[in-house]
């Protein structure tokens, strides 16, 4: 029997859908693989003695995040069975009437990335804030906060949507793996956080100094970046949410050039900011300074990756570094005591990267990727109609800032003034994993012992 | 010329065995990497005198594993050269005519499987055991013990597999990624092995009450469990085998939820549990359960994956963590030194995992993922014919046990007999790392030498 | 309206493009990680108080590898829009021009391969080598002497190559993923730098005999061993540059299998050689060589895995580590401090690995891989013109030593002249760490206070 159309065009959809579920696959779990990367990262950066209690943190935002997220977050960002509405979606929470969606895929990738948002705050909080505190927050970022943004920006439905079939200013917001929805919403949960709780017991002098609390450990530090940049070749090339449709595998492919390009520039930039510049006069080498420039520079290319030039992400990196930098410094300024430094990479890399596309995206790849007005893309490469892009992407940014400090830092006032927020000046100076956590993360002692006669044990 | 039939033929299945081949590259490496989870696990969770010797062991399990699965193992548990029966595989060792086969693949995802199988044990047994036992032991599991279970419930000759023409009950077992075929064999070889071996010196007092023994390093075991959880994503959606065929996609999508919300479930179930009933009255927010309970939950799921819906995956995650406590205090109670709870991780929520399907398992996806009668699926929903299920799943629990136990027990006590499993008692308290590997682990003692003058050093 | 040819051609057209891409972007990835385990595996091997300035020359390399491997070195590998030449490729620089090409994915996954043969020299010249010495390296060797090498061997339009439309001998240079290409340029380079760089002090005796200096974590040394041996997995089956090609997903996975069996044989030999032969007279299992074996393993089997059977790639990891340990010898005999064994892993395993093809290599293995002769295939195996393939590899082998040696000597001794090359001694013994690099990557004093009264905490 001769083979029917209808046989062919079935095989060719079974087969897209087979590659592209698999490509979600193995980009979530890329982007997944992000969480051993900030628990890594957030732990090196801390004191010893709260070791324990930051990784348990890390550990129990993903675990958390994956129930908020299923039983509410995910219907708040996609579910639309109601015909769907410009704020917020409303149906498919706990993946309920899910089955008929046939994209579970699309739950894991996008709880990969709710998981990343809430993340983001550990670091920031680190060494004072109570867990209960904490778990607290990672409900409301993943179930709430977090999901609305993203219905925003990237449902079909949002209004500040790229793919709202009638999109703002004929274009959207340029966000393509979340800039602005990720970074910059984990990003002002993590200034606000810091600043509502308080900095850490000697953090700061009476005569305005700072002083210098070193992370305890730096190959945690080195081995959380390379597996967050290992998990960017998830969370920015996986923003295609699928490979096989027309000009999807280009654009993916794109995006893992200009984010490698991105993130050597950060930290090469970063680097040399720090020697020659920032690092008050003290001229090292600082490698955690180049480890957050790469990370400033994978946020700050996260929104343009596929509309822009590799010598654009060169450029766009650099200058992530800078915005890092100042940053860093406004967190010294304001005497917000952010430990990891988490509101300068993922807030301020997040809203340059979110600008970026208004200065940098090209004609060409925004065409391809967006299917954009010819007239509409960055105004430094001369767009007749760059304001449109600009614009948009000033607005979602002014937005973000506004929906997330609005909402957390009352909520962390709350938290504040209810009493649960911060442990007790005791608990914090013995180390919250002697405190809270039945003991130090390290025990060394027996290494050294080298010979140990049987009669000293006790049996 | 106009394109034939045959041409379009040759084409479709070109690129489903492409697609399925990469698939199965994908996901075996994923898996693969579970070997750095287990050695990060099983370092972080031995006192530091021994983490050289335990990182050995798990280096040398995957190796050995890979030699005894490529000369004998995969063989036992696929090769059907001569027609297949029932009780094991009987062809392809050393992979000789392999190649007709056109299945490396194939392969390369079992090995990955046989490795994990293996080295589960390293860590039970940890800290007393000598290296030569262990590789003895890494042999007889991956070339015969393990395969033998492969073959009963995955191949299409195995008395219990639902892939068998004539399946047990219309149905055979349903143990998608290896509840039972990895992680009770594992776990049966871990609790047999430190069963037989007894436990460290120190571990356990006349009066019955236990002394706390800690692993050294808290920052890995979170990161060795974030790897395993990472891992999981090539173990479970993995298993379908293949990623084109029809529903394949859809199922693979699916256990990725359920995995996902099941490992969740788990980590924050145990931490409960740990806080208020199992602590032994010490309230605290215990990191090591927290991560056991992830992956208590992972194991939980495995069976039932693809079988059951989000809710249930979030009530077999949290009654996982039920089991684990159930087992680690019958650890306790029968004097058996786990040093990282293999058993109750692998052993006791492999043996809930194995069962779940029969009880949590729904209609729509039984036919689905596994072609299942419309009458038959798990009890708690309702099934008619839930019993043939149901009595599956328990029948391959007991089976499992006696095989595993059966075989592992004598050898445990020939090698305890021969004089050649346990270390002297001088070797185990002067620590592995400084009897049998040539020093510690660590030499931090540099780093603290800030100033050191040329002439102290011996040139 | 019915399908037409031409669109079906398309759609098959688009599909195979699609899933390719996605087949590179997951091999670059993975390849991508090995930075992570190379920054491990060094970390572990250095003493702790250089720990930090190994790491940071690790990230660099990587960053200042992908810049260079942007504006030059890709367009000298494979730049060839002026029709090409034999010797390097002249076009391409900067990716402009470069969007025709559609071939994003090939830059990403030829990276992630620059930035391995860079990083391989960090190790063998740790603890002394200035940062700013080492960065002027990382550019030389992305942007020229690698490039110039991959375009002999790899570049459609290289002397050497098998892709060449008139192979040399009919057959051109066999290494597949790149023993010759990557691993022993970058084992030469690091060997010429160590031996330029000379010994740390207090390595080497005025006797000949060599004082340990152990490395500080072993730890970390596992973990990058087993990030190495999974990044392997993107490597040598990635090499195929696709997945959908005829034979090339039979091809993929039988790398992954002999790469496996290889890096097992590896350890497992070079386990037993250690013990027994090569460990001075000390019996111990010795976890860093067993550790160096696998990774000799992986590297011994990097040209030949797709020519040769399973049991070949047994013999051939075996043979790795006594390449590896005559290696270790003689770096010894010559005084040449290698801090971690770089060149007897990359450079002496890497020799063995590509003269293994020409030993090994099956005829129908050559055949479906390399659409060879049926006559040009492993010595050992009888064939008829086995001298063609034998000796290319040959010459290969002697170019390669010839031209890296030729570029890398007189430029470390250019640097040594110049007086950027070497740390102070000061600078040396003090660590790296706190003369360059503001303090020990350790600060772990506060976890052992357990408890610290309030009033002694400067406010």
């Known amino acids: 029997m001769p083979l029917t159309d209808d046989y062919i065009n079935t095989k060719f959809a079974n087969l897209e859908y087979s590659t592209d579920t698999f490509y979600l696959l193995y980009a979530g779990a890329l982007v997944f693989l992000m969480q051993a990367g900030f628990a890594m990262l957030c732990a090196g950066s801390v004191r010893a003695k709260n070791a324990k209690n930051i990784m348990l943190k890390n550990v129990l935002d993903a675990c958390v995040g994956a129930l908020g997220f299923w039983a509410v977050g995910y219907g708040i960002a996609y579910g639309n069975l109601n015909g769907g509405n410009w704020f917020c979606g409303d149906s498919l929470f706990f993946l309920v009437d899910y089955e008929n969606d046939n994209s579970y895929e699309g739950w894991f990738f996008q709880f990969a990335f709710a ?70 919403v984990g990003g002002v949960a993590a200034m606000a956080g810091a600043a509502v709780l308080g900095p850490r017991i000697g953090r ?34 996986g923003s295609t949410l699928g490979i096989t449709a027309d000009g999807y595998a280009w654009v993916a492919s794109k995006t893992a050039v200009t984010t490698t390009l991105s993130a050597a520039s950060g930290a090469v930039a970063n680097l040399v900011l720090q020697y020659h ?26 929104s343009a990756c596929p509309v822009v030039d590799p010598w ?44 970026a596309p208004g200065l940098f995206a090209s004609g060409t790849n925004m065409r391809t990727a967006y299917g954009a007005d010819p007239d509409i893309y960055g105004c430094l490469l001369g767009a007749k109609k760059c304001g449109n892009l600009l614009g948009n992407q000033l607005l979602a940014l ?13 909520f962390f006032m709350l938290l504040k003034v209810a009493g649960i927020f911060r442990v007790t000046e005791e608990q914090e100076e013995d180390g919250l994993d002697v405190s809270k956590h039945g003991g130090s993360a390290y025990q060394m002692d027996d290494s050294s012992t080298k010979i140990k006669k049987p009669d000293d044990v006790k049996v």
Request: proline share 4%.
């Open 115 to 184: 998981a990343t948002a809430a993340t983001i705050v550990s670091g920031s909080v680190a060494e004072r804030c109570h867990m209960g505190a904490y778990v607290c927050y990672s409900t409301v970022l993943t179930a709430w906060v977090y999901p609305v943004v993203v219905h925003w920006i990237w449902s079909s439905d949002g209004w500040l949507s790229a793919f709202n079939p009638n999109p703002l200013n004929d274009i959207g917001v340029v966000d393509f793996a979340g800039c602005g929805v990720v970074h910059m």
């Open 204 to 237: 700061f002098n009476e005569d305005g100094t700072v002083n210098d609390m070193p992370g305890h450990n730096s190959a945690l530090v080195v081995l959380g970046t390379f597996l967050l940049w290992f998990g960017w070749y998830g969370f920015n090339p």
């Open 277 to 302: 510049l920032c690092g008050g006069g003290r001229h090292i080498y600082d490698l955690e300074a180049t480890c957050n420039g790469a990370l400033a520079g994978l946020v700050g290319i996260t």
């Open 312 to 355: 654009a992400a060169v450029v766009i990196g650099a200058i992530a570094s800078v915005w890092y930098q100042v940053g860093a410094k406004l967190m010294i300024k304001m005497r917000i005591d952010d430990v990891v430094n988490a509101a300068p990479v993922h807030l301020f890399a997040g809203m340059w990267g979110l600008i």
């Open 398 to 410: 002014v937005m973000i800032l506004l929906w997330t400090f609005g909402h957390m830092i009352p």
